[in-house]
């Protein structure tokens, strides 16, 4: 399992890459994308209630059939609440929950099963990045007490300090990509139509 933090990281990065304009904006939007890329994980709190944590964990929410239904089911809500187009709506929304499967993908698992079944329901088979960045948290998903226990351990501080180190070079590296970009595409805004000038001087 990793961390909210790289999971909230990811939701936040395709925030700032969405360039649609609709009535959910800035830090809004970013908030509601970091719990998006976070809400897979959810799946322990029907196991915290029955008594497992772990008895539903990278189950059916780990897979991309829950990716597709995610964003077509919240890009009909944007749709009917802030009049937002379905298609983009959709395609981000679907992009966020996506971005769990990736990150889960990309994270160590001291313990098999190795990552998830993300393509059921037509293979069960679990599959797992070749080569993984985030640390693993140990989860003691058998009791609610084991569960609270695991988390609270000095070895997760680790796991977040990596994993806030990691988060904050990737945020910096594409946000300054970003900003390279736009200040190449106002520049060439404002560059005179060269073309244009030499047929008017030959005219
Ligand atoms: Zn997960």
Known sequence: MALPIAH???????????GRRTRLQGWLRALVYMAIA????ADFLIGFALGAPGLYHRGVSHTLV????????????????LRDRWWPAAVAF?????SHLVVDALTIDARPPVGAAFFWP???AYYGAPVTLFHEIL???QSRL????SILQWRTAAVLGRELAIAAVITMGVLAVQSVWRAVGA????LPLVGTAREEDLA
């Open 66 to 81: 829950a990716a597709i239904v995610f964003g077509a089911v919240a890009a009909l809500i944007s749709r009917a609440a």
């Open 94 to 98: 679907g992009s966020v929950y996506a």
């Open 187 to 190: 520049r060439r805004a404002t």
């Open 8 to 18: 909230a990281t990811a939701g936040f990065l395709i925030h700032r890459l969405d």
């Open 122 to 124: 037509f293979s069960d």
């Open 146 to 149: 084991g569960f609270v226990d």
């Open 38 to 41: 976070n809400s897979p994980d």
């Open 139 to 141: 989860i003691d998903g």
